[in-house]
């Protein structure tokens, strides 16, 4: 098969071009009530097609929440198809966000299913959980690489019930998402100019000064605006790393819908404010 050039590459042009952030497409049931729009795949359809108009064009990366297409079954998964691949022809990198991880023979064919290039639903990088041990997610590494696609691994998640699996400390004395962090920085060595088997970390736990984020691949940082956390403090919680950071916004940026010039315009306030933190950082 022949892959595409490698999404740390891909993604590392796309961030230099556009600007690091990520918009999330998370299509919650109140916010199809508050853009007036059933709570249906015709809603879906409307809100999601919605937000590719108003920020593909611009934005590095877009991030489809699977869960939120597959309440509404195949209908919902069709609509999912066509998101991405709008998306994609506008120019954005579509990371899946569907946090998938299953022992490794199931986890290829998740991967068949997000990472093959002839796959429906193939994604730039997919989200996936190494929390059945980080071995079992070598198929999906193996086809990414086949591929020229990349993975988001959940290392240190934004939720706050997250730190009683990823800051418990092995045997060895390492914490379990330190533990993963090293797994990618072995995965990412001499990748240049960026590897593409990225962290997710969240932007809201402040002090990570105790975890080496410099894994020479790309950070998804969810946590901004709804969840509390704002672009001021990346600079702090990600240190060096910050130049690998990927922000992303969903609900910060969606709840300005349904006008498309309204979700441009609070994209653009959350891109100005990233590239203004990241200049002083
Ligand atoms: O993998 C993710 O994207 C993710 C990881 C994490 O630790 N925390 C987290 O919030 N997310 C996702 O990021 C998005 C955050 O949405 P907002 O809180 O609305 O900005 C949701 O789609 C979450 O599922």
Known sequence: MTGLEPF???????????????????????LLSEWGLGDNVDGLERFSRTVVEAVADRVAVLKPQSAFFERFGSRGLAVLETTVREAREAGALVVMDAKRGDIGSTMAAYAEAFLHKDAPLFSDALTVSPYLGYGSLSPAVALARESGAGLFVLALTSNPEGGEVQHAVRADGRTVGATVLGHLALENAGEEPLGSFGAVVGATLGDLSSYDLDMGGPILAPGIGAQGAAPGDLPSVFGRAVRNVV?????????????????RDASERFADEIRAALTSA
């Open 247 to 263: 922000p992303n916004v969903s609900r910060g940026v969606l709840r300005h819908g349904p006008e498309t010039v309204a979700l």
């Open 8 to 30: 740390g590459a891909r993604l590392r042009r796309a961030m230099d071009e556009r600007g690091p952030l990520c918009v999330g497409i998370d299509p919650h049931a109140s």
